[in-house]
T-cell receptor
Framework: AQKVTQAQTEISVVEKEDVTLDCVYE???????LFWYKQPPSGELVFLIR??????QNEISGRYSWNFQKSTSSFNFTITASQVVDSAVYFC??????????????FGKGTLLTVNP | DGGITQSPKYLFRKEGQNVTLSCEQN?????MYWYRQDPGQGLRLIYY???????QKGDIAEGYSVSREKKESFPLTVTSAQKNPTAFYLC?????????????FGSGTQLSVL
């Protein structure tokens, strides 16, 4: 069975600090996809990144970066120089693609990030 | 602008009452989904639909019903059989229903029991 663990329930930082959100996953499949979504106070989840299991390159997008390590089954998310607008709940999710429509998307429980001015 | 519209934003249910949550999308997406979010919990899939006039149960379908008569619309009914309906409900869509597809979400409906 697949599982996503976000061990950090809440994180509080001061603006301009760097912060890393942890995500550890479990799956028996060799082909899978990992996602990060952001849920601001408005409620809707916003897609941030997708990574497939065959692409272990780290990615940087502005102040955001992602570190995918298959050896440790982790897909961590780092925000550099955090800003108040980064305050949100962040979800990590895992999808196993078995072809057709036979897949399951599993979300972690989320990490509430509060960035204080 | 394309997107997903959920209404109402807040909804209150009386004991024994059925209530319907609306979800409309103009993204021309084939697949639509309903998720339930409880405080401090991840999202759990209630129902999903890959095409019009077809839908499948998710992990927690008991006490809920859906319809998909139009591509743009996927309403969710919370029936009286759902004994613990208080939660935040999120509707989502994607192009096809595939594991690599990212989801687009609405802004949610908070359902509470009076």
């Amino acid at each position: 069975a697949q599982k996503v663990t976000q061990a950090q329930t809440e994180i509080s930082v001061v603006e301009k600090e760097d912060v890393t959100l942890d995500c550890v996953y479990e799956t028996r499949d060799t082909t899978y996809y990992l996602f990060w979504y952001k849920q601001p106070p408005s409620g809707e989840l916003v897609f941030l990144i997708r990574r497939n299991s065959f692409d272990e390159q780290n990615e940087i997008s502005g102040r955001y970066s992602w570190n995918f390590q298959k050896s440790t089954s982790s897909f961590n998310f780092t925000i550099t120089a955090s800003q108040v607008v980064d305050s949100a709940v962040y979800f990590c999710a895992l999808s196993e693609d078995r072809g057709g429509s036979n897949y399951k998307l599993t979300f972690g429980k989320g990490t509430l990030l509060t960035v204080n001015p | 602008d394309g997107g997903i519209t959920q209404s109402p934003k807040y909804l209150f249910r009386k004991e024994g009452q059925n209530v319907t949550l609306s979800c409309e999308q103009n993204l021309n997406h084939d697949a639509m989904y309903w998720y339930r979010q409880d405080p401090g919990q991840g999202l759990r899939l209630i129902y999903y639909s890959q095409i019009v006039n077809d839908f499948q149960k998710g992990d927690i379908a008991e006490g809920y019903s859906v319809s998909r008569e139009k591509k743009e619309s996927f309403p969710l009914t919370v029936t009286s059989a759902q004994k613990n309906p208080t939660a935040f409900y999120l509707c989502a869509s994607s192009r096809p229903d595939r594991g690599y597809e990212k989801l687009f979400f609405g802004s949610g409906t908070q359902l509470s029991v009076l």
